[in-house]
């Protein structure tokens, strides 16, 4: 079109107008404080087992320029080294930024349900905590150690809302008359999802620290509960949010899990060992030596483990574990000598014996609450030993 404009002037007019339009950079759009709004997502569980209680993020919205960000403290990336990170407690996370669409349609593709509070601040603070997100956000400083307890996607908008906000805000009590312990809590999630082979793994890593009784803050680790905290607080004695309100509701997709349960497992196991020790055939001996074997080669493996949890690694929770009781390390030695009929090896059994039948009179008594399917595993242990430690050389 420019050779149609005969007057030189606007020609260079149009050009100056044609390359302020095109090739300068575009002005960001202002946000104002006071059209912001700023809220908490709670995710429902999911099915997955690192989904298994729930989701916190934070949405931060601005009516004026059309924004709708969600601000993810879950993110983790899947590389070659995560499992060896996580067993470690050195795993990374970070705080994502992602169009609220695109964090929505995840969690429907997954059927969660998402609900949302407001937070009912004043401009001033909206902004500050905006500001604080945007800086949180920032490559030096997304990064964080996961800490599933203390410091998740959950307490992070916590701990942000706390340092940001000029006001105090006032939390009320929402823990029950009898307060729980961590372990308490995880096991309701996990019972709820039929996630109960996970229950038992954890059971087994997680140590005596993880039945503490948790304070009112401490119980916000949890999605659910943060979202309690959050229903029942005030700010300036006014309420620090609006009531939930879903912006996602799907079917749950968790169930009850099958019969498949450890309990059922290692009885049905027991009765096989006490079947196979009373039939007293050859076959039968030479089956329950091979069960024995393999019963005392992994409990022993097991036990270096929980060694390594404690001493090896910057988890907290796996210290002072109390199934060393059972799965004793010494197993994986004796699981290569049996059948050898030797008076120390006898002993050793005896030992076993007395120390696993201690163990069941303790159960109930002691600082840890262990697993009620490894009840089955411990009688094994203690038959096994009693049975080796009277005549090593026919013990089966």
């Not at 909206?126 to 604080?132: E, I, Q, T, V």
Request: glycine share 6%; net charge positive; charged share 15%.
């Amino acid at each position: 079109i420019f050779p149609l404009i005969n007057c030189a002037r606007l020609r260079k007019l149009f050009y100056l107008l044609f390359s302020l339009f095109f090739f300068l950079p575009p002005a960001k759009a202002q946000i104002d404080s006071c059209t912001l709004r700023i809220s908490l997502l709670t995710c429902s569980p999911g099915e997955e087992l690192y989904s298994t209680f729930g989701h916190t993020a934070v949405r931060v919205t601005d009516r004026s320029t059309g924004m709708d960000l969600v601000y993810n403290y879950g993110t983790f990336e899947f590389s070659p080294d995560f499992y060896a990170k996580f067993i470690q407690g050195k795993l990374r996370y970070y705080l994502s930024v992602e169009p609220f669409q695109d964090f929505l349609y995840a969690y429907q593709w997954e059927s969660r349900s998402v609900v949302e509070q407001v937070l009912q601040l004043d401009c001033e603070n909206r902004m500050a905590l905006y500001h604080a997100l945007r800086n949180n956000a920032q490559e030096e400083n997304k990064y964080y150690l996961y800490d599933f307890l203390f410091d998740n996607c959950t307490t992070r908008p916590k701990a942000l809302m706390q340092q940001t906000i000029n006001d105090s805000i006032h939390w009320k009590n929402i823990l029950p008359a009898e307060t729980p312990t961590f372990r308490n809590l995880i096991h309701t999630y996990l019972d709820t999802g039929g996630q109960y082979w996970s229950k038992l793994g954890i059971d087994l890593l997680l140590g005596a620290k993880l039945d503490r009784k948790v304070t009112n803050h401490q119980a916000m680790f949890l999605p659910d509960y943060l979202l309690k905290g959050l229903d029942s607080a005030t700010l300036n004695g006014q309420p620090f949010v609006t009531p939930p309100q879903p912006v996602l509701q799907m079917p749950s997709p968790l169930n009850k899990g099958s019969l498949f349960r450890p309990g059922v497992v290692f009885g049905i196991l027991l009765l096989i060992i006490i079947a196979l020790y009373v039939i007293k055939k050859e076959w039968a001996k030479k089956t329950l030596r091979a069960i024995d074997f393999t019963l005392f080669l992994l409990a022993g493996i097991v036990g270096l483990v929980l060694i390594y949890m404690w001493t090896g690694t910057d988890h907290v929770v796996t210290q002072n574990n109390y199934n060393l009781l059972w799965a004793l390390p010494t197993h994986l030695v004796a699981a290569f000598m049996l059948g050898k009929n030797k008076k120390g090896l006898r002993l050793y059994f005896k030992a076993a014996l007395l120390l696993h039948l201690l163990l069941l009179l303790l159960w109930a008594f002691l600082p840890q609450q262990l697993n009620g399917g490894f009840i089955y595993i411990v009688i094994m242990l203690a038959f096994a030993s009693w049975r080796h430690s009277k005549h090593t050389q026919h013990a089966g």
